[in-house]
């Protein structure tokens, strides 16, 4: 097997081997994925097989750990960290995601979860009545209600796929 080149502080990040013509994803220490894995990497209860990642997930230990101490030092220094702390750690972060998805970190705009992007990239837009905007039936609420958003105030026409 061999492991695909990660830095060290993203351990808990998929990794891909190959062995006899099988792909298996691990982690950086060699715990495939499933239960072990699960067991290792994050705090779901040892009964709970999570199946719904989309809407109320869980992040890995790692995660889970910094923003404890995200937390901390936040509550340690309130003044401080929303004047300074924190635009100095969203200025880290993105450096090192620009790292890894190979473009500048101006480029990068952090939100808080998937709905908040989608959200902001379609009021984002110049709308103009007629527009149309492509859907599936299956969408999110939260996006079906964007689109309804737009249809009231921009005159979008809304396309829904069923599925």
């Known amino acids: 097997f061999f492991f695909a080149h ?16 099988m792909a298996i994803f691990t982690d950086a220490e060699g715990t495939p994925f499933g239960h072990a894995l699960k067991r290792k990497a994050f705090l779901l209860a ?4 999570n199946l719904n990642h989309a809407s109320y997930g869980t992040v890995p230990r790692p995660v889970a750990e910094a923003q404890r101490r995200y937390f ?26 620009a790292g890894l ?32 905007v492509l859907l599936l039936s299956t969408a999110y609420e939260m996006v079906k209600e964007t689109v ?6 921009h005159g979008v026409r809304r396309i829904e796929v069923p599925v």
Do not use: H, K, M
């Open 72 to 97: 901390e030092e936040q509550e340690a220094r309130p003044d401080r960290w929303f004047r300074e702390t924190y635009f100095d750690a969203v200025d880290r972060c993105r450096a090192a995601l």
């Open 6 to 21: 990660r830095p060290p502080e993203a351990s808990f990040l998929p990794c891909l081997a190959w062995g006899t013509g």
């Open 46 to 49: 040892p009964e709970y097989i």
């Open 148 to 153: 309804a958003w737009l249809e009231a105030v």
């Open 101 to 132: 998805v190979r473009c500048d970190a101006a480029e990068l705009v952090l939100v808080e979860n998937a709905s908040s992007a989608i959200n902001s990239l379609l009021r984002s837009q110049q709308w103009q009545a007629g527009d149309a």
